[in-house]
Each structure stands twice: as structure tokens, then as C-alpha cells.
Nanobody
């Protein structure tokens, strides 16, 4: 398994921008499809964005499309989530996830074998 550590969460106001980072260690980072999920209080964990291990294809939830951008730097073993035009409904704990050598079911939490501890993002109106 790869170990994941998120950072970059915090407080913001509607319309602000934040960038989350997820640093990976333990296995060749370039072999992992990486994703961000989030979980708001009282709600189930939901898919936010993913980036394939090969080819760099990306996938976004409709709720964040056009506002969030996922990217990766394989040299730094890090995946990023740039969040622009934040809304109060983006408030959640954001989790980084990884699965190796596959792009199947990128939007499904099941199948991601490695997870970070999460970072809180709070957006006020």
C-alpha cells in the first residue's frame, strides 16, 4: 500500500480558492490512479475528482466541474486539488485515495486501497 498525507485544508469564504495537496510514499507513485473524495457531516462520502495513473485522464463530479482541478506531479509524489469559486456546500473533510494500475470505476470509493487521514475544508457564506 502507499501512504497518503493530505494538507492544505482550512477556512474560506464563498468565492475563495484553496489548494489541497496529498503526498504519497511507499510505492511508485506513477502507478497509482489518484482521487479526492469528501464527506460532509451526516452525509456519505462522495467522489470529487480523479486522475488516472497513465495518460492523465481526469474525471470530476458534476458539482465541482469547472471549479476544481485535479493534477499530479509524479516527480514530487503529490496530487493536488485546486478549488476555486468555493461554495458553502463544499464544506467537508476531503480525503485523498489511491489505487494501483487501474482506471476502472474511478468514481467509486470501493476499490481504492489507500486513504489519507483527511483534511477539513470549511467555507462560510
Amino acid at each position: 500500500q502507499v501512504q497518503l498525507v493530505e494538507s492544505g485544508g482550512g477556512l474560506g469564504q464563498a468565492g475563495d480558492s484553496l489548494r489541497l495537496s496529498c503526498a504519497a510514499s511507499g510505492r511508485p507513485f506513477s502507478s497509482y490512479t489518484m482521487a479526492w473524495f469528501r464527506q460532509a457531516p451526516g452525509k456519505e462520502r462522495e467522489f470529487v475528482a480523479a486522475i488516472a495513473w497513465r495518460g492523465g485522464n481526469t474525471n470530476y463530479a458534476d458539482s465541482v466541474k469547472g471549479r476544481f482541478t485535479i493534477s499530479r506531479d509524479n516527480a514530487k509524489n503529490t496530487v493536488y486539488l485546486q478549488m476555486n469559486s468555493l461554495k458553502p456546500e463544499d464544506t467537508a473533510v476531503y480525503y485523498c485515495a489511491a489505487k494501483q494500475f487501474t482506471v476502472a470505476s474511478m468514481t467509486m470509493a470501493a476499490g481504492y486501497g489507500s486513504w489519507g487521514q483527511g483534511t477539513q475544508v470549511t467555507v462560510s457564506s
